[in-house]
């Protein structure tokens, strides 16, 4: 079955840095569309980046220029790095696989950034 585990949330000052990790089973990584999403304490899941099987990138406004997706094919992960990060990036982030017929979400890592 699709498994999808996040690690490398925690807290992290105003201008931080961190990088997420997403290790995926169950599919085949490499030919699937992946992506993170983010929950603010409070709010709705907002779109943060996607990540095709080509390697092409997408990005939401608030976070261009300072986060970078990536992925690992052989190892069958996806990363997030942060730089620069600001109170308002605080949330639990998850990681996505968009694989056609159904989406599939892991359990999150929360970020937490101090002012």
């Known amino acids: 079955q699709v498994q999808l585990v996040e690690s490398g949330g925690g807290l992290v000052q105003f201008g931080g840095s961190l990088r997420l990790s997403c290790a995926a089973s169950?599919?085949?990584?490499?030919?699937?569309?992946m992506g993170w999403v983010r929950q603010p304490p409070g709010k709705a899941l907002e779109g943060v980046s996607t990540?095709?099987?080509?390697?092409?990138?997408n990005y939401r406004d608030s976070v261009k220029g300072r986060f970078t997706i990536s992925r690992d094919n052989a190892k069958n992960e996806l990363y997030l790095h942060m730089t620069n990060l600001k109170p308002e990036d605080t949330g639990v982030y998850y990681c996505?696989?968009?694989?056609?017929?159904?989406?599939?979400r892991g359990k999150g890592t929360l970020v937490t950034v101090s002012s």
């Open positions: 996505k696989a968009f694989l056609g017929t159904k989406d599939y």
């Open positions: 169950g599919f085949v990584f490499s030919g699937r569309a």
């Open positions: 990540i095709n099987a080509d390697n092409t990138t």
